[in-house]
């Protein structure tokens, strides 16, 4: 009996204070962003995004793999473009990280080993 109880107030004070709409919203935000990458550069990146006091921080892009259609700043660019049309909002900081799997590793340099 107490757990529905906890549930239901839990439930009213995330409601009551925005978290869960800034969530549900951030997470359309994401797919957005993703969506719109996906048909500018072929590749669907993974979105993630950090938000503190109804403020946007940081947005995290990971594309699948390396990109070498444009050079990178266009695909900052691009990227940049697409981040502020669909949050509405410029963060302080975006990051763009790619993929490497065991297939890219024969463009990657290799260290020596001793």
């Avoid at 950090?50 to 990227?79: C, I, M, Q």
Wanted: charged share 20%; glycine share 8%.
């Amino acid at each position: 009996m107490r757990k529905p109880i906890a549930i239901a107030i839990l439930a009213a004070c995330l409601a009551g204070c925005g978290v869960a709409e800034t969530l549900v919203n951030g997470f359309k935000h994401s797919q957005a962003v993703a969506a719109d990458l996906e048909e500018t550069t072929g590749m669907k990146p993974g979105v993630g995004f950090n938000w503190h006091n109804g403020r946007l921080v940081s947005v995290n892009v990971t594309f699948p793999h390396l990109y070498d259609a444009k050079p990178l700043h266009e695909l900052a660019d691009v990227t940049r473009s697409a981040v502020v049309k669909e949050f509405q909002q410029t963060p302080d900081k975006i990051v763009i990280a790619f993929e490497l799997g065991a297939e890219d590793s024969s463009t990657a340099q290799s260290t020596p080993t001793q």
